[in-house]
């Protein structure tokens, strides 16, 4: 569904956010990417979706090359930003009316979709308030349905659950699970809360200064690591990874 290979960005003033990265996200995946503040997440994002041109290295979305098929790539991909803006002033409905027009999601089709958008991340009830009254996860989660709106079979989510409290996380990950499982929709998710991911990816990627650290299934990451026997968290084993300093102590 989504490869990199050897994917790298050299930024303008020479600094190397990523650095030959190759990943593998598989169809029906849920795809945890981490790492600690400035790995090159976000930079790699970004490149994934067509924002930003790669120094050097490829991205693939089905088989498509991203760059050469931008208009086709956006198409089957729905993106929650790491940060983005809202029309506060517009209701969370006129809000999803109007990305559900510009998706061009069928006129006769667009009050149906909308309306079972906001059934589905709990926002029916708050349709018509505007948004700038929205808590941050109400506004989290309209982000959500503004990603799935066009019905992509790709979502990519940078931080979804930045700044939420505990019961605004859950609200997140209970909604990325069902997507997953009702409607067979890929995700690939950052975050920083491990136990989040832990519980929720079946396939990770740890990446810090711009490199992968360790890539694949979790199952096999846990098997790799234990310690006398004992399974360990996904925690322990990130903080294990990316704790390792080179040259500083
Ligand atoms: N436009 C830019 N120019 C130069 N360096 C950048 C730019 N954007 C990000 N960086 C640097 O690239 C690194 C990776 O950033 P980012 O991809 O945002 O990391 P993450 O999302 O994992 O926190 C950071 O060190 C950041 O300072
Ligand atoms: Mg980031």
Redesign the pocket.
């Known amino acids: 569904m989504l490869i990199t290979n050897k994917l790298t960005k050299r ?3 020479g ?1 190397i ?2 650095n030959k990265l190759s990943i593998h996200v598989f169809k029906g995946d849920v795809y945890g990417f981490l ?10 994002i ?1 490149m994934i979706t067509g924002l930003l041109d790669q120094t050097s290295g490829e991205v693939q979305v089905d088989g498509m090359e991203v760059g050469k098929h931008v208009e086709e790539i956006r198409r089957k991909i729905g993106v929650l930003p ?1 940060s983005h803006g809202y029309y506060l002033w517009m209701s969370g409905r006129e809000y999803l009316h109007f990305f559900a027009n510009m998706y061009g999601v069928p006129k006769n089709q667009i009050r149906g979709r909308v309306d079972e958008l906001l059934e589905r991340v709990g926002l029916a009830q708050k349709s018509n308030e505007r948004i700038q009254h929205y808590s941050r996860g109400m506004k989290q989660r309209l982000g959500l349905a503004k990603a799935i709106v066009h019905s992509p079979r790709l979502i990519i989510l ?1 931080e979804p659950t930045l700044g939420l409290d505990p019961q605004g996380q859950r609200d997140i990950q209970i909604i990325i699970k069902e997507l997953n499982e009702q409607l067979g929709v890929t995700i690939f998710i ?1 975050s920083h809360l491990l136990r989040e991911i832990d519980e929720l990816c079946n396939r990770v990627a740890i ?1 810090k200064n ?1 490199k992968i650290l360790e890539e694949g299934w979790l199952s096999e990451l846990k098997d790799k690591y234990r310690e006398s026997g004992e399974m360990m968290s996904l925690e322990h084993i990130f903080l294990e990874l990316t704790g390792k300093e080179e040259g500083v102590s």
């Open positions: 930024y303008d003033n600094y956010a990523v790492g600690p503040n400035g790995a090159g997440k976000t930079t790699t970004r790491e940078d950052t990446v711009g």
